[in-house]
C-alpha cells in the first residue's frame, strides 16, 4: 500500500460506458457499500459501485464503529492507523440524571479484537479514508447514477442505471455476476425484488441531532462527559465531547407538540446546545436534523443474484452504536463467501449462508438495542423513578453476551462441543515473532486460522485433512508465553488468559474473524477439520470429497 491515497473518487466524476462488465455491482456508496467495494476488491475481484449522488455526503450520520469493525475491515484494508488517527476511543458511557448524579457507568477496554472496544468518528473523514483505499485497490466508482431496474439470467445479474436527474439520459447497463443493494433503508433494490421488511417493534421516535465543530479542539466541556445519557424525563438526552478529533454530537428527544420547523431551527438548537456549555463562541453547529428511529429486518436478503446489506436488509435505533457496524459485518461475512463463489471453490448455494448467519445475529442486536432505547427514553415519571432506583441499587440486569452467528458455516448452536467462543469473533492480541510485535493479523495471513496453545505435529492429520488444510491455505499459529524459536510470544498473555478460561487449546477462525469451532486438546484437531469439511460441504464447498488423494 502507498504512503498516500489518491485523490477521492467524486473528485472528478468519471462517466458510465453504456455497456460495463464486472463481477459485483454495488447499488449505493455509503460507509457499508464504500466498505464492501474495497474489501471485494482486496479479493482481487472487479467491482463497480454506482451513487445517486453526485457527491458523497458531506455531513455525519453514523458516529460510532466498535473494534470488531477495526480489525475485520480497516486493519485488512491497511488503514488501520489512518483511521486510528481520525477517531476517539471510546472510554466509557454513562447513565446520569439531570442533576448529573452518575448510575450506571460503564468502563470500555480493548473487547478482544487487539484494538479498542469502541471508537467515535466523523464519519466523512471515515469515509474519505475507506473510499481512497478502495480506488487505490481497483474499485471503480461512478457518482450521479441512479438504479432503474435490475433483471437477471442463469449466468449473471444487469442492473440498469442511468444519470440522477438527467430523464433524457440513455440506459447504462452493468452486467455483474451479483448485484448487492447497499442503498440504505428505502433500498431501491429491495423493493425492486419485492422483498419486504418486518418491523421489530420499536415505537417511531424523533430526535434533534446535533453536531458541533469546536474552535479549539484541546477544549474541555466537562457537561459533555465523555458519552452520557441523560435521564431526564422531560427530555431524554444523548451528549458526548467526542466524535472525532475536533466535534460533538448531542440528541435531543422530540416532545409531543414540537414540530420539525421549531425543533430544527437554529434558535432552539443554540438554546438546547446552551445547557451543554456550547455557543457560537465556541464553535459552529456543522449539523441539525430530525433522526426518526426505527427497527425492521427484511423479509429476505437475497434473491439469486441480488443480495441486500446494510440498512437495505435491517435498520436499528442507536442505542448501541451498532448500525454501521452490522452493516460492516454484513460486508465481512459476505465477502469470502462471494470471492469463494467467483473463485470456483464452491457453489452458488454457499450465499445461502450469509442470511442464515447474520439475520439471527443483527435481529438479536436490533433487540438489544431497542431494549436500551426503551429504558434511557422513558418519558413517564413514575416509570423513570422506578428505572433509576433500580440503577441506584445495582438491580438492572447485566448486558447479555454479544450474539452468535445463526447456523451456517459454523459448529451449530446447542452442538454439544460448543462453547460460548464458537460462532463468536476470535480473540486478537500482541504477539512477538523474534525481534518483532505485532498484533497477531499483522504476521498471518488473511483467511482461515488454527489458533494453538501448543505445537500442531504435522503427521497429526491424515490425507484427506491436510488437504483440507491447503485447499483452504490454513494458517497454524502457535501462540505460547515461554519463547521458542518458531512460534509467537503471547506478549500481554491475553491467549494464555483464554485458553485457560475456556478450557480449550486451540480454535479454528474463519476469514471473517469468527471462531468456527474449538478444541479441548491439540489431538482433536483432527475431528475439528472433519467437521469443518462436513459443514463446508453441506453449504457448498466444491471437491472437498475428492481430497483423500493427497497422503
Not at 123 to 144: S, Y
Request: aromatic share 8%; hydrophobic share 40%; net charge negative.
Amino acid at each position: 500500500m502507498s504512503s498516500s491515497f489518491p485523490a477521492r473518487s467524486d473528485d472528478d466524476r468519471a462517466k458510465l460506458p453504456a455497456h460495463t462488465t464486472c463481477d459485483v455491482a454495488i447499488v449505493g456508496y455509503g460507509p457499508v457499500g464504500i466498505a464492501l467495494a474495497a474489501l471485494l476488491a482486496q479479493c482481487g475481484l472487479d467491482v463497480v459501485a454506482v451513487e445517486r449522488y453526485s457527491k458523497r455526503f458531506s455531513l455525519p450520520r453514523a458516529g460510532h464503529f466498535d473494534g470488531e469493525t477495526m480489525r475485520g475491515a480497516f486493519q485488512r484494508l491497511g488503514i488501520a492507523k489512518a483511521v486510528e488517527l481520525m477517531a476517539r476511543p471510546m472510554l466509557s458511557y454513562e447513565l446520569v440524571t439531570p442533576d448529573h448524579e452518575v448510575l450506571q457507568s460503564v468502563k470500555l477496554g480493548t473487547g478482544g479484537s487487539g484494538w479498542k472496544e469502541s471508537y467515535l468518528f466523523y464519519q466523512p473523514d471515515l469515509e474519505d479514508i475507506i473510499d481512497a483505499r478502495g480506488v487505490e485497490l481497483g474499485v471503480r466508482v461512478f457518482m450521479g447514477y441512479t438504479a432503474t431496474e435490475i433483471a437477471q439470467g442463469t449466468d449473471s445479474a444487469v442492473l440498469s442505471v442511468r444519470e440522477t436527474g438527467n430523464e433524457a439520459a440513455g440506459t447504462c447497463r452493468i452486467e455483474a455476476a451479483y448485484v448487492i443493494g447497499a442503498d440504505g433503508a428505502n433500498s431501491f433494490v429491495r423493493q425492486a425484488l419485492g422483498i419486504g421488511r418486518r418491523d421489530l417493534g420499536f415505537p417511531a421516535i424523533d430526535n434533534l441531532v446535533l453536531d458541533f465543530e469546536h474552535n479549539d479542539p484541546d477544549r474541555d466541556v466537562p457537561q459533555l462527559g465523555e458519552v452520557r445519557q441523560i435521564l431526564d424525563v422531560r427530555r431524554p438526552t444523548l451528549v458526548g465531547r467526542w466524535s472525532g478529533n475536533r466535534w460533538s454530537r448531542l440528541e435531543f428527544r422530540r416532545l409531543e407538540g414540537e414540530n420539525r420547523e421549531y425543533l430544527e431551527s437554529e434558535s432552539t438548537a443554540w438554546r438546547l446546545l446552551s445547557t451543554y456549555g456550547l455557543n457560537p463562541a465556541a464553535g459552529r453547529i456543522v449539523r441539525r436534523a430530525i433522526h426518526t428511529f426505527e427497527s425492521t429486518l427484511a423479509e429476505r436478503w437475497r434473491a439469486g443474484r441480488v443480495l441486500l446489506a446494510g440498512d437495505s436488509a435491517h435498520t436499528t435505533p442507536p442505542f448501541m452504536g451498532q448500525g454501521m457496524c452490522s452493516g460492516i459485518r454484513d460486508a465481512l461475512n459476505l465477502v469470502w463467501k462471494i470471492d469463494a463463489v467467483l473463485g470456483g471453490r464452491a457453489h452458488d448455494a454457499l450465499l445461502d449462508t450469509y442470511e442464515s448467519e447474520r439475520a439471527p445475529h443483527v435481529h438479536e442486536v436490533i433487540k438489544m438495542a431497542n431494549a436500551i432505547g426503551e429504558s434511557v427514553q422513558v418519558t413517564d415519571p413514575i416509570l423513570g423513578k422506578l428505572r433509576d432506583d433500580a440503577l441506584r441499587a445495582k438491580r438492572a440486569d447485566p448486558p447479555p453476551l454479544f450474539p452468535r452467528l445463526g447456523d451456517g458455516v459454523v459448529r451449530a448452536q446447542g452442538d454439544e462441543r460448543a462453547i460460548d467462543a464458537d460462532g463468536r469473533p476470535g480473540l486478537q492480541a500482541r504477539v512477538a515473532l523474534g525481534d518483532c510485535v505485532d498484533l497477531l493479523d499483522q504476521f498471518v495471513s488473511p483467511g482461515w486460522r488454527i489458533i494453538s496453545r501448543h505445537a500442531v505435529p504435522e503427521d497429526l492429520f491424515d490425507g484427506r485433512q491436510k488437504s483440507l488444510l491447503s485447499q483452504l491455505n490454513v494458517s497454524i499459529a502457535h501462540v505460547s508465553r515461554g519463547p521458542g524459536p518458531d512460534y509467537f510470544v503471547d506478549i500481554d498473555a491475553e491467549y494464555d488468559l483464554w485458553f485457560r478460561t475456556t478450557g480449550r487449546k486451540a480454535f479454528l477462525v474463519r476469514p471473517d474473524n469468527y471462531v468456527f469451532g474449538s478444541v479441548a486438546t491439540v489431538t482433536d484437531l483432527p475431528s475439528l477439520l472433519d467437521e469443518l469439511a462436513e459443514s463446508l460441504e453441506k453449504a457448498g464447498w466444491r471437491d472437498l470429497s475428492r481430497t483423500h488423494a493427497v497422503q
